[in-house]
């Protein structure tokens, strides 16, 4: 025989035809059933009043939660995620803080929760670790390094060519510039340079890559087409930095603003270059001014920003040095002379201006301003190009040249 199968209302159902047969008491059929005299009564009168129905179990949820979050916040957490479909939750959140901060905001995993409901995460690929890259050592304040790069081109709907140049403030991330450039090339990048350093005044170091219109494989890392623009960026007191060949991470700050860029302005790309010009536009207020950055404590980088007091008024002066230092003017063929023999150093800095020193071993270092272009060595008549690319820090146990003026007349 087998096992005959029940449920809880076919049980209450049962209870309930014991109690209206009035065969029993009441507190005998609730011992027989396994229940309390109070349960028994709930159930009876539930039974009495809708039926059959009121024997079901209900629910136990509550009917009102004290942390409800409301349509009204609900809706401006979606809002400003449809407006920026690249804001994740913790950047919405600190930007409905900072709009409203009186008002009880939902916590970060809330809204989160809230996005993927309705349909507007986009879940990314899992990246394999990748090391740290170098820290910005003395970057400090506002103004201590600025970063530039070109972004990488992209072809617009009509099919322009469009080459983003972006220039960026390392320490409170502000965005000083981003335009598009007709060419890669120093002609075209230093009007927009110098309209940047009118505008804000002058960084301590200038960061940049080493590629071309920065850099390249003469010495120092300075060619015809790189020279045009370092040579001015030093003539103007500012100290070129460049990162290793290879190493993109110490330009992290700038990498990572390039991603938000194409992500934001360029996915897909405008239908003209005039259109794209605008998203640019539009772009840079928003980054500055509107979007939060958890570097930052979720501060916008205009809060953290502020001109430089070392004004650019135009003057190009050529690089002082140590009074230890000899100073040859470079020939046009690219030679200078030194004990007698003529060394090649560069033949684009013609006519500028480099310092020698010579050291107890008789190493003759070369340098243009911060920029050690290499090293003569004993019996040699060749310039050796140094190791890592002829930064000013390679020589760091020399007399220190004097700073450029607060502002230059």
Known sequence: MGWKETCAVDERMRFVL?????????????????????????????????????????????????????????????????????????????????????????????????????????????????PPGAPFGACASANDTWCMDFKGWFVTGDGTRCEPWTLQDAHSRYLLRCQALPRTDGAHVWPVLEAAFREFGLPLRLRSDNGAPFASGGAGGLSRLSIKIMIKIIKAGVTPERIRPGKPQQNGRLERLHLTLLQDTASPPAGTLRDQLERFRAFRRTYNEERPHQALADATPAEHFAASPRRRVGVLREPEYPAADAVRRVRSNGEIKWGGRLVYVNEALAGEPVGLFEDEDGRVEVIFGPVLLGVITPGDDRLKRPKRCGLVDDAARRPQSPQPPQSQQ
């Open 18 to 130: 014991a109690i209206e047969a009035g065969d029993e008491p009441v507190a005998a059929v609730c011992r027989r059933f396994g229940v309390s005299r109070k349960s028994g009564y709930k159930w009876l009168e539930r039974y009495r009043s809708e039926g059959l129905a009121g024997l079901a179990d209900r629910s136990r949820a509550p009917r009102h939660h004290a942390c409800a979050v409301s349509a009204e916040a609900i809706e401006r957490c979606l809002s400003v995620r449809r407006a920026h479909p690249t804001w994740g939750p913790l950047k919405v959140r600190a930007f409905l803080v900072r709009q409203a901060p009186a008002l009880v905001w939902p916590a970060a995993s809330t809204i989160g929760a809230l996005f993927d409901r309705e349909g507007l995460t986009v879940k990314r690929r899992l990246r394999r670790r990748v």
